[in-house]
């Protein structure tokens, strides 16, 4: 399998469940990230992964609790989410790092829908 | 703070029409990278170009092609002849130079883009 993977590609679930959401990234990339694409609203970064480190987060409440056990697999833990958390929840990877000056390019997944009732 | 713009938020078009997405940008770095993705209605964003701010030959692939001005901050998007399959969403992005740990996109809020038969 090649690229980025998500799973489930679809969620709903209650505000008192416990569930993960899933990223497999194929690229041999170093970064990882989490984004929330909520209707009407731009994509806000949520996470950022380097090297397996926790570089940034981007004032996520706590009820999100993401973990990256390795370079290539990244989770978003949810617990007593709110309706509003309702969202497509978006996982990208990159090389993690520049040289010469440039940038690298995030890669994105398929995303998960989550719904929470 | 860097912010990017999509003034339209829905394009219709009737198939084979040509179409020009717009992108405004802001940033205060002299280095920067400007990026176009596409997301169809299967949630994935699909990378389609990026450019950085030292290189400002326009850029054509196939059926697309992309106008960068500094003078304007503007980093458009034209289809040519669309098709249906062009039907998506088309998100601006522009990230800072960034050497470790990965990169930082400023997402636009993206473009509705209907291509009807």
């Known amino acids: 399998e090649t690229g980025v993977t998500q799973t489930p590609r679809h969620l709903v679930m209650g505000m008192t469940n416990k569930k993960s959401l899933k990223c497999e990234q194929h690229l041999g990339h170093n970064a990882m990230y989490w984004y929330k694409q909520s209707a009407k609203k731009p994509l806000e970064l949520m996470f950022v992964?380097?090297?397996?480190?926790?570089?940034e987060n981007n004032s996520v409440p706590s009820r999100f609790s993401p973990e990256c056990p390795n370079s290539s697999h990244l989770f978003l833990h949810l617990h007593t989410l709110q309706p509003e958390d309702s969202a497509l929840y978006l996982c990208?990877?990159?090389?993690?790092?520049?040289?010469?000056?440039?940038?690298?390019?995030?890669?994105f997944g398929p995303g998960t829908r989550l719904t929470v009732l | 703070a860097q912010k990017v713009t999509q003034a339209q938020t829905e394009i219709s078009v009737v198939e084979k029409e040509d179409v020009t997405l717009d992108c405004v940008y802001e940033?205060?770095?002299?280095?920067?990278?400007l990026f176009w993705y596409k997301q169809p209605p299967s949630g994935e964003l699909v990378f389609l170009i990026r450019r950085n701010s030292f290189d400002e030959q326009n850029e054509i692939s196939g059926r697309y092609s992309w106008n960068f001005q500094k003078s304007t901050s503007s980093f458009n998007f034209t289809i040519t002849a669309s098709q249906v399959v062009d039907s998506a969403v088309y998100f601006c992005a522009l990230s800072e130079a960034w050497e470790t740990s990965g990169s930082r996109l400023t997402f636009g809020e993206g473009t509705q883009l209907t291509v009807n038969p």
């Open positions: 990208a990877s990159s090389r993690g790092w520049a040289t010469g000056g440039d940038t690298d390019t995030q890669y």
């Open positions: 992964y380097s090297l397996e480190e926790r570089v």
């Open positions: 940033t205060r770095d002299t280095t920067y990278y």
